[in-house]
């Protein structure tokens, strides 16, 4: 991940615990299931530490890493996960020191992140620390444009159409939800139909739709370059759309698990 990237999720750390969507824990609980062995599961791009208190719970041992700092401070703390600010690239002296040693981790599991990583040196150092037999990856993505309702929905449209331009390239492999994204790993027979069942949404308040928005990495660019996005002409028209502020509206997104092993 490169420095301006991680510069990205610095800066909105606390709109961004505060209005991620969380995958369902029933997905976490299925992946462990996988892996026959629960010694220990390595977090990568853990952000706030979402996913890592929920796979604490299936895992004697998680590690968390990311490379902004700044989300570390907002984590999720469980007596079981060792959170660590790493640098973008890690050495495998670095690796064994901070995760483990080599064929020590029954589950990678990066959340949203993928598509940050320098994939050749993040393979070769997922390949390296996965337990063998046994060891499992998995990489969850959602894109940033949520669905309720087609009135509400036209006006997400429009407004993507005012930042888009400050979207990071490698949302696209978001938008295509990894579609066209490097993975060599080897399938996990019948577990990615299983998977695919998992479905990301939530019940939220406009106040909830509008944070999520905020934390989106486009609108930080925005402001960073002198500019209002989420203006009060915007917040005006998705309020008509939503309705009563309080009232809660079901929002989804698409979702995929990429699973493999070595």
Not at 72 to 88: D, K
Not at 104 to 117: P, Q, R
Request: avoid cysteine; proline fraction near 6%; glycine fraction near 4%.
């Amino acid at each position: 991940m490169a420095k301006e990237t991680e510069n990205l999720f610095v800066k909105q750390a606390e709109v961004y615990k505060r209005a991620r969507p969380h995958a369902p824990e029933e997905l976490y609980s299925y992946l462990a299931s996988l892996t026959p062995s629960h010694e220990l599961a390595w977090d990568v791009g853990t952000g706030n530490g979402q996913a890592a208190a929920v796979i604490s719970k299936h895992y004697k041992k998680v590690i968390a890493t990311d490379v902004a700092a700044e989300q570390l401070s907002h984590a999720e703390q469980r007596p079981n996960i060792t959170y660590a600010a790493t640098p973008t690239t890690l050495s495998k002296d670095d690796l064994t020191r901070i995760v483990g040693p080599e064929g020590s981790v029954d589950l990678v599991l990066i959340v949203e992140a993928l598509h940050w990583f320098d994939l050749d040196k993040f393979y070769d150092n997922v390949k390296y620390v996965l337990r063998k037999p046994g060891g499992l990856i998995a990489a969850t993505v959602y894109p940033p444009m949520l669905r309720v309702n087609p009135r509400l929905d036209k006006v997400l449209n429009d407004f993507n159409d005012t930042i888009k331009h400050h979207w990071a390239p490698q949302v696209d492999h978001v938008v295509n939800l990894y579609k066209n994204l490097p993975f060599p790993f080897a399938p996990v027979e019948q577990a990615d139909e299983r998977v695919s069942r998992f479905k990301m949404s939530l019940d939220a308040t406009l106040d909830d739709y509008l944070n999520y928005l905020e934390s989106w990495s486009a609108v930080q660019t925005a402001i960073d370059n002198g500019e209002d996005p989420l203006n009060e002409h915007w917040r005006k028209l998705f309020a008509e759309a939503w309705g009563a502020p309080e009232t809660e509206h079901t929002v989804k997104w698409p979702f995929k698990v990429l699973l493999g092993k070595v």
